[in-house]
């Protein structure tokens, strides 16, 4: 059959494909071509739109993708109207009851697919050769320490010494014994939108939390208010909008907290992770006497372990150690013990050149699906933001993804008070077939978002 009337921008940005395929998916979508209509073969598509062969092949192949129009061997490209309801995936044991059969791209999803599981038995092999420890260790193991030192210095360029540095169990959990160390009913400032856990556990110690605004370029440090005892914040890859804090916000923000006396909480999430230039130096690295650096291998292993460090002034990890005292807690020394093997054996640094070819060349994947749409925060970490028109459009993208298969993340989840729509899409926890195949679908979703395509999953 002919297809109805297409208009294609051939000035514009958008690639001539997605355009294409754009304009056929809406017209299966508003009912212009029906199940079972037949469409043009790719070349005579080609010769009636003045196009190439290439690019009508790309269209038909990006709708096949997403479900879109099927093939049927020596029959030509038909019409299927709805895409498939649901992905298949793998059950995972390991997610909860909403999420086991879904694709999860969320962010903050670890991707241990590339971790090598041979290294990764030896590792706790060597961990368990140790005699049982028979007294505890507040400040976490020695070897530990040393192994960050070392790490920091390679990896994140900061010069430490192993009695600066205290074992964690994790980012967030270091950050909720730091706030409980701070006066109760002091002012903390936190990124707005930011990392809710993170304002959470702070409100839990009793500090009263304000949001400071961030742009592109992370948290606006001429915005902070008087009278603060600290600020928390990510300034490698601002979660979740991704920003980069450079290095004049750095210097303000270190010469700020001297002359104001607060702390700043350096939240390094997943700073180890960066494609496109070498990281800027730590806020640690220009105010060792100001600045609580947090690191964790949540992100560039597995929580499986556990296990973080704290860096900060004598004085902040000496308030940490009296209340570990205090109440009995300290890290568990099972973790450090594996994350020490590994670094040991160079596994480690083998791990984390793996890991960032990996994610970058996931990235470069969600780029391209992605291609016309506004994408932010794409240089680092392992997830990108993609703005939306407002809060209804973000909830609705949610809906049908998961309607689809797919576990999505949405901007206004991360604010305290009025929300920036879009959606956080994560590229590191899922399989590489589980993303190759999600992509299409995504990028389905968000283009009908935009446009006002009507939904074409099944609710």
Do not use: N
Not at 2 to 13: F, K, M
Not at 146 to 169: F, I, N, S, W, Y
């Amino acid at each position: 059959m002919d297809v109805p009337p297409i208009v294609l921008d051939r000035s514009g940005d958008e690639p001539l494909a997605v355009q294409l395929a754009g304009a056929l998916r809406g017209a299966a979508a508003d009912g212009t071509l029906r199940a079972g209509d037949r469409l043009p073969s790719t070349r005579a598509l080609a010769a009636t739109l003045g196009l190439s062969r290439t690019v009508t092949a790309a269209a038909y192949e990006q709708l096949l993708a997403e479900g879109w129009v099927e093939g049927r061997v020596g029959a030509g490209t038909y019409v299927t109207t709805a895409p498939p309801a649901r992905l298949p995936v793998r059950r995972r044991e390991d997610a909860g009851a909403a999420e086991a059969d879904l694709v999860v791209m969320r962010a903050g999803v670890p991707c241990t697919e590339v971790l090598d599981r041979g290294a990764w038995r030896r590792a706790w092999r060597a961990a368990a050769d140790p005699a049982p420890d028979t007294e505890p260790r507040p400040e976490g193991l020695p070897e530990f320490r040393a192994a960050v030192v070392e790490h920091l210095l390679r990896h994140r360029g900061l010069a430490a010494d192993p009695a600066d540095v205290l074992a964690t169990g994790g980012s967030t959990g270091a950050i909720a014994e730091v706030a409980r160390t701070l006066p109760a009913g002091a002012v903390v400032a936190v990124e707005e939108p930011g990392y809710q856990r993170a304002a959470a556990g702070l409100r839990a110690a009793g500090l009263r939390v304000v949001g400071v605004p961030v742009d592109d370029a992370g948290l606006v440090v001429d915005a902070l208010p008087a009278g603060l005892a600290a600020v928390y914040c990510t300034p490698a890859h601002q979660f979740p909008l991704g920003g980069r804090l450079p290095a004049s916000r750095r210097v303000a923000l270190v010469e700020r907290a001297r002359a104001a006396g607060f702390v700043v909480l350096e939240d390094d999430y997943d700073g180890e992770l960066r494609y496109d230039v070498a990281p800027l130096p730590l806020l640690a690295a220009l105010g060792p006497d100001v600045v609580a650096h947090f690191g964790t291998t949540s992100k560039i292993l597995t929580p499986t372990l556990g296990a973080g460090w704290l860096v900060a002034p004598p004085a902040v990890r000496e308030a940490v150690l009296r209340e570990r005292e205090r109440t009995g807690s300290r890290p568990a020394p099972a973790g450090q013990r594996v994350v020490t093997a590994f670094a040991a054996a160079g596994d480690l640094a083998r791990h984390l050149r793996r890991l960032r070819r990996e994610l970058a060349g996931r990235r470069a994947a969600v780029v391209e699906a992605l291609a016309g749409i506004t994408v932010l925060g794409d240089e680092a970490g392992a997830h990108v933001v993609v703005p939306l028109p407002d809060v209804a459009a973000e909830r609705a993208v949610l809906r049908r993804a998961e309607a689809a298969g797919i576990a999505l993340d949405g901007l206004e989840r991360h604010h305290a008070a009025t929300s920036t729509p879009g959606i956080v899409l994560g590229y590191a926890g899922s399989t590489r077939a589980e993303l190759r195949a999600a992509l299409p679908h995504v990028a389905a979703i968000l283009r009908e978002a935009m446009c006002g395509v009507p939904d074409p999953v099944p609710r």
